[in-house]
């Protein structure tokens, strides 16, 4: 199973980024896709999830109308578009693959990570 992130960098305030996360080794149509975040000194948090069939979507609502969440499942890719990005959205972002089993157990992985610093 793997996880690959990219198109994190360095951009500026109010600049724009896409995130892609390239699965491989499991059935990415089956899994609920979501992106995490991590900056320096803070706990992980969720930014933005999609579920199995791309129809339905949640964002933290520090990201609403910024950021977009989208999925292709032919491509088996997750990606997100990120626009006017503000220094606080500086963090390693991380994506996340999760099949509900029961309501107590899931199956997910996780990838490396890809860094976005949002900085003049």
């Known amino acids: 199973v793997q996880l690959v992130e990219s198109g994190g960098g360095l951009v500026q305030p109010g600049g724009s980024l896409r995130l892609s996360c390239a699965a491989s080794g499991f059935t990415f149509s089956s899994y609920g896709m979501s992106w995490y975040r991590q900056a320096p000194g803070k706990e992980r948090e969720l930014v933005a999830t999609?579920?199995?069939?791309?129809?339905?979507?949640y964002y933290v609502d520090s990201v609403k109308g910024r950021f977009t969440i989208s999925r292709d499942n032919v491509k088996n890719t997750v990606y997100l578009q990120m626009n006017s990005l503000k220094p606080e959205d500086t963090a390693v972002y991380y994506c996340?693959?999760?099949?509900?089993?029961?309501?107590?157990?899931?199956?997910?992985?996780w990838g490396q990570g890809t860094q976005v610093t949002v900085s003049s």
């Open positions: 996340n693959a999760e099949l509900r089993l029961s309501p107590d157990a899931s199956d997910d992985y």
């Open positions: 999609i579920n199995s069939a791309g129809g339905w979507t």
